[in-house]
């Protein structure tokens, strides 16, 4: 298996690590600073800044632009298929979504994990909070 890289804080490393052995070989864990500070009206402006391609996706984002919590946010991205998505409307949803929401699907997926298609998944999202939100030094 080719080498992909997790972007982790401390708190999700300590999930990772709590992984079976076998499913944590093959993975490359790098630690993710963050120091951006998101809020609801931040979340709300990204959201009103994004262009979504899908016409399937126009409901998800309707719902995503109104003003839910944290909660919500992170299970509508939980129940999303990004896998069925264009690359430019998935770039997109996370960026408005944030690191926050970002950060807790994370965490639920390293939880839940029970394969290495599962940690996949950790990987889009731990990069794309990666490259949109964390310290760059």
Known sequence: ?????????????????????????????????????????RRRVRMSAICIQDPRL?????????????????????DLDVRTMHDVDVREIVYALGPDVLSAIIALVLRTAAS?????????????RHLFFARHV
């Not at 490393?13 to 944590?24: A, G, I, N, V, Y």
């Not at 003003?67 to 509508?76: D, K, R, Y």
């Open 1 to 41: 298996m080719v080498a992909h890289t997790l972007f982790l804080k401390a708190d999700e490393r300590t999930l990772f690590d709590r992984l079976p052995e076998s499913m944590q070989e093959g993975w490359s864990v790098q630690e993710d600073v963050m120091d951006y500070v998101d809020s609801p009206d």
């Open 58 to 78: 126009k409901a998800f984002h309707d719902r995503l632009h109104a003003s839910i919590t944290l909660e919500e946010a992170t299970q509508l991205l939980q």
């Open 116 to 128: 290495d298609e599962d940690l996949l998944d950790v990987v889009a999202y731990s990069t794309a």
